[in-house]
């Protein structure tokens, strides 16, 4: 499986009492990097036969894999969320929770 980062949804420069600089720090480093070794775990995954594999070595590599899938997530519904105008949150996050609670 590939991974790729995806675009900020809003204009660093714009966002009230967080710095451009901050921004696109945390995009390019925080997230960028969970989505580049999210992409590494899963390029080891697919390279190693799992049934001859120690089990050890395995359950790192899928812990490895929900931590940086997790890091993925959460920076995209943060990023997400900081592009919202309102008071209620957006994106993706907006949507889950009216899923699961019935809020808005």
Do not use: C, W
């Not at 050890?56 to 812990?63: D, E, H, M, P, S």
């Not at 997790?70 to 969320?81: A, G, K, P, Q, R």
Request: no cysteine; glycine share 10%.
């Amino acid at each position: 499986m590939s991974y790729a980062t995806r675009s900020l949804p809003f204009d660093a420069a714009a966002i009230a009492g967080l710095s451009e600089r901050l921004l696109r720090s945390h995009y390019d480093n925080n997230y960028g990097g969970a989505v580049k070794r999210l992409g590494a775990i899963a390029k080891q995954l697919a390279e190693t036969d799992l049934a001859a594999a120690p089990g050890y070595l395995v359950n790192g590599l899928k812990r490895e894999e929900l931590v940086a899938t997790n890091s993925m997530l959460l920076h995209e519904l943060y990023f997400d969320n900081l592009a919202g105008t309102s008071d209620s949150p957006a994106g993706t996050l907006g949507r889950m929770i009216e899923r699961d609670f019935g809020l808005s």
